[in-house]
């Protein structure tokens, strides 16, 4: 992928009706995130901490934390996701000299944000329909063209607001949610790290333990009790994202490609996963309408 179209993801108000919980799994990487939960029933894990969620609450997250969603099956869930670059974000406000607006994902890590004055929750609504519509502005824009820069150098400015209000809202109507340190949570996320880095191999559950020099049952029940898959699963759905990515965003890939590069044994293989866990093949989920997709913006720049 361009370093160029790294920075920035944002999905929103993407709406899931018909999944199963196996569709979310818990994670971490190297991006700050906020999340905005809009509609549902849905639980959320950050490392060690279970909140209920409540309708608009936000959670801003610095990412390195176990975090997931655990929404009740049978019951439409609906979020706005953004994730973006740290070293991006930095390089910008060192400029602008408010290197504070950082401080909630820096010095708090993961905070939860509920009660929002009415008058402040309108004002990051606004900032959320505006970044929709940049993007999708962006997404019918020539990547070279003038109107792109202008387009993402808007994105960039509407993301900033945002930064200040969350940054203000840090500072008096926030529920302190700390990055858990148990012994537990430090194993597992070392085991979804190296999972990470990892899961395109073929490997066994005495494989993964012995490389990361832990029981294998320790680490089987371990991972079930905090994440609610095995591990094997969770690798599954490892492959079964990035191969959903690689059809997304390389169509110039062979299916055979994607399966090998995903970590699939086989093009077979890899179709008969795709299609058991999507209910529809990868040549199908590749080819389909844009009609036919969630109302998911996914654009990076």
Same mark, same amino acid.
């Given at each position: 992928?361009?370093?160029?179209?790294?920075?920035?993801?944002?999905?929103?108000?993407?709406?899931?009706?018909?999944?199963?919980?196996?569709?979310?799994?818990?994670?971490? +990487?190297?991006?700050?995130?906020?999340?905005?939960? =809009?509609?549902?029933?849905?639980?959320?894990?950050?490392?060690?901490?279970?909140?209920?969620?409540?309708?608009?609450?936000?959670?801003?997250?610095? *990412?390195?934390?176990?975090?997931?969603?655990?929404?009740?099956?049978?019951?439409?869930?609906?979020?706005?996701?953004?994730?973006?670059?740290?070293? #991006?974000?930095?390089?910008?406000? =060192?400029?602008?000299?408010?290197?504070?607006?950082?401080?909630?994902?820096?010095?708090?890590?993961?905070?939860?944000?509920?009660?929002?004055?009415?008058?402040?929750?309108?004002?990051?609504?606004?900032?959320?329909?505006?970044?929709?519509?940049?993007?999708?502005?962006?997404?019918?824009?020539?990547?070279?063209?003038?109107?792109?820069?202008?387009?993402?150098? @808007?994105?960039?400015?509407?993301?900033? @607001?945002?930064?200040?209000?969350?940054?203000?809202?840090?500072?008096?109507?926030?529920?302190?949610?700390?990055?858990?340190?148990?012994?537990?949570?430090?194993?597992?996320?070392?085991?979804?790290? #190296?999972?990470?880095?990892?899961?395109?191999?073929?490997?066994?559950?005495?494989?993964?333990?012995?490389?990361? +020099?832990?029981?294998?049952?320790?680490?089987?029940?371990?991972?079930?009790?905090?994440? *609610?898959?095995?591990?094997?699963?969770?690798?599954?759905?490892?492959?079964?994202?990035?191969?959903?990515?690689?059809? @997304?965003?390389?169509?110039?890939?062979?299916?055979?490609?994607?399966?090998?590069?995903?970590?699939?044994?086989?093009?077979? =293989?890899?179709?008969?996963?795709?299609?058991?866990?999507?209910?529809?093949?990868?040549?199908?989920?590749?080819?389909?309408?844009?009609?036919?997709?969630?109302?998911?913006?996914?654009?990076?720049?």
């Amino acid at each position: 992928m361009n370093k160029s179209i790294e920075n920035l993801y944002f999905y929103y108000r993407n709406i899931d009706v018909d999944f199963r919980k196996s569709d979310f799994f818990v994670h971490s +990487h190297d991006y700050f995130e906020i999340y905005m939960f =809009h509609k549902g029933e849905c639980k959320y894990l950050i490392n060690d901490h279970v909140i209920q969620l409540h309708e608009n609450d936000i959670i801003v997250m610095n *990412g390195s934390a176990l975090h997931g969603p655990t929404p009740t099956e049978g019951k439409p869930y609906e979020r706005t996701v953004i994730e973006f670059s740290p070293e #991006w974000m930095r390089s910008i406000i =060192h400029q602008l000299n408010v290197p504070e607006i950082l401080t909630p994902f820096d010095q708090l890590g993961n905070i939860l944000l509920r009660d929002i004055e009415p008058q402040k929750f309108e004002e990051i609504q606004s900032l959320l329909q505006k970044l929709y519509l940049k993007q999708l502005n962006l997404k019918n824009s020539a990547k070279q063209s003038i109107e792109n820069r202008m387009l993402k150098g @808007e994105t960039t400015t509407l993301l900033i @607001e945002l930064l200040f209000i969350i940054y203000d809202l840090s500072k008096s109507k926030l529920t302190s949610t700390p990055i858990g340190n148990t012994s537990k949570m430090k194993h597992v996320n070392k085991i979804i790290t #190296w999972i990470d880095y990892h899961y395109h191999q073929n490997l066994t559950l005495d494989e993964i333990a012995e490389q990361l +020099h832990i029981s294998k049952y320790y680490m089987s029940r371990i991972f079930k009790d905090v994440t *609610g898959v095995t591990v094997m699963q969770y690798m599954m759905q490892r492959r079964l994202l990035r191969a959903k990515y690689l059809l @997304e965003m390389h169509p110039e890939k062979s299916i055979l490609d994607i399966a090998l590069e995903s970590g699939f044994e086989s093009a077979s =293989h890899f179709s008969r996963k795709f299609r058991k866990h999507y209910q529809i093949t990868p040549t199908e989920y590749r080819n389909r309408d844009d009609n036919d997709q969630h109302t998911l913006i996914n654009h990076f720049f």
